[in-house]
């Protein structure tokens, strides 16, 4: 039976329990670039799980009817049934604009053009520019080839270390990351990145922090510098091959590297579930006993498994949609407020909710649910996608190659136990030895 849109309002208890359990806990762990120290303490304190419990009752109290909270000036619905996640994403950009007060807020202190915080007009042509360089309906890239000899020799690095580290591994994956983006010149520019890494701990903070205009310039330049080489074999040389009318192609970029240290941390993830899951683990090495990790291939297996570790441990815990004109969920400027560790954890509805479930993603399940929505839904899903879930999951394939990895450090993820609700990727290390 469909669930009723118009929202019930919220009590100023339950609005404040919202708050202190669900948007404070998000906002404290680093919403544009993660706090270590925060995430520490959150998995430590188990705080995820709290908010999902909440959420739960908040939908058999109110018949899963949107929840509008009381906050005084704006209008803030927060959406609590699985159907409805997914009629909202299907309405973007209108009625549901993906550019939100909060996301301008934060994403313009490094790319005030980006798609992301585009009104209806602007975002067009921003959307076309990225479909057309990243292709996200094409599961391996036009690049697949060059791209998969990049993660191959990056592969091999990490895999002469014994103890494989979030330092080392990021180490490697940044390196990767700036050759697929901005060709082998970039390869051991950190500053560009670490510019990048200034303005997005400024982001954080949304309107609360100045934005550093004279920091954004070099970032900008120096980016610039990199795509204008349009290197063959890196998604620069594609920018420089698209049409660029109405589009500032580095703001677009600058998604891209903010949003590559998001896969960063799920294909860590993904080895730490996979260090830790034996039937899953062998499933994926079947996939890839007589493979050659340094060519392309579709890795269906490992693909699912990288979809799990979002689906356990959304990078993007919360979706925001902003409303461009009046409608069942309330007057124009409504605020659509989707938490999704909720809808991807929910043991009412999930009876997978807490497991390592890579089949859910082959067998037609995940699909089934309009709120598993790990890249977001609809038309303003993630054009990044196909090209994160080849990265990573022909990562994984290259590392199980080298090795057997053992996990030695951070949470253990148990097969036999729930998972946890967080999951602290800084802290993970592994041991690997030759399988
Ligand atoms: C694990 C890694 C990633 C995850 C989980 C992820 C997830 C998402 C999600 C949930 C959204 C929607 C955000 C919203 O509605 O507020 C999004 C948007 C977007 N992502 Fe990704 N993303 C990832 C990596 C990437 C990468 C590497 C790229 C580019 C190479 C990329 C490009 C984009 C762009 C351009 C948008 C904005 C789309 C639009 O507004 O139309 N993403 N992503």
Same mark, same amino acid.
């Given at each position: ?25 998000? !906002?404290? &762990?680093? %919403?544009?670039? =993660? $706090? @270590? ?5 959150? *998995?430590? #304190?188990?705080?995820? +799980? /709290? ?64 798609? !992301?915080? &585009?009104? %209806?007009?602007? =975002? $067009? @042509? ?5 479909? *057309?360089? #990243?292709?996200?309906? +094409? /599961? ?71 934005? =550093? ?9 120096? #980016? ?87 689906? #356990? ?123």
């Amino acid at each position: 039976m469909p669930t009723d849109i118009e929202p019930v309002n919220a009590s100023t208890t339950e609005t404040v329990r919202i708050a202190a359990e669900v948007v404070l806990p998000t !906002l404290a &762990s680093g %919403v544009i670039k =993660r $706090r @270590p120290a925060v995430l520490a303490v959150a *998995e430590r #304190l188990r705080l995820g +799980r /709290s908010g999902v419990g909440l959420m739960r009752r908040l939908r058999s109290r109110h018949d899963a009817r949107p929840l509008r909270l009381r906050v005084p000036g704006r209008s803030i619905d927060l959406v609590l049934s699985h159907e409805h996640v997914g009629e909202v994403l299907a309405a973007t950009p209108v009625p549901f604009s993906p550019s939100t007060f909060e996301k301008r807020a934060a994403l313009s202190h490094f790319q005030p053009h980006g798609v !992301l915080i &585009s009104d %209806v007009d602007e =975002r $067009r @042509p921003r959307r076309r520019f990225n479909e *057309e360089v #990243l292709e996200p309906q +094409r /599961s391996l890239h036009e690049l697949a080839a060059p791209l998969a000899r990049a993660v191959a020799d990056e592969a091999a690095l990490l895999a002469r270390e014994s103890e494989l580290s979030w330092h080392t591994f990021t180490i490697a994956w940044w390196q990767l990351v700036r050759r697929l983006v901005l060709g082998e010149g970039a390869r051991y520019d950190d500053t560009v990145t670490d510019l990048l890494a200034r303005l997005r701990l400024d982001a954080n903070w949304a309107y609360a922090h100045r934005r =550093r205009d004279r920091l954004h310039a070099r970032f900008h330049n120096r #980016l610039t510098t990199h795509l204008d080489r349009a290197e063959p074999g890196s998604l620069a040389a594609v920018v420089a091959a698209t049409d660029q009318a109405g589009i500032d192609p580095a703001d677009q970029v600058a998604h891209w590297l903010f949003a590559f240290d998001a896969a960063g941390m799920v294909t860590f993830r993904a080895l730490g579930l996979l260090a830790n899951h034996p039937d899953q683990q062998r499933r994926a090495r079947e996939e890839i006993a007589d493979l050659d990790p340094a060519e392309p291939h579709q890795l269906p297996y490992l693909r699912a498994c990288v979809l799990e570790s979002v689906r #356990l441990w959304p990078t993007t815990p919360v979706l925001l949609r902003e409303s461009t004109t009046a409608t069942a969920w309330g007057p124009a400027g409504t605020t659509v407020l989707i938490f999704t560790p909720f809808f991807h954890r929910d043991p009412g509805v999930l009876p997978y909710a807490d497991r390592f479930e890579p089949d859910i993603w082959l067998d037609g399940r995940a699909e089934a649910n309009p709120a598993l929505v790990p890249f977001s839904g609809g038309p303003a899903v993630c054009p990044g996608r196909n090209i994160v879930l080849f990265c990573a999951s022909t990562l994984l394939a290259a590392l199980l190659h080298a090795h057997d990895y053992r996990q030695v450090g951070g949470l253990r993820l148990d097969p036999d136990r729930p998972l946890p609700a967080t999951l602290d990727p800084f802290r993970l290390r592994f041991t690997g030895t030759v399988g």
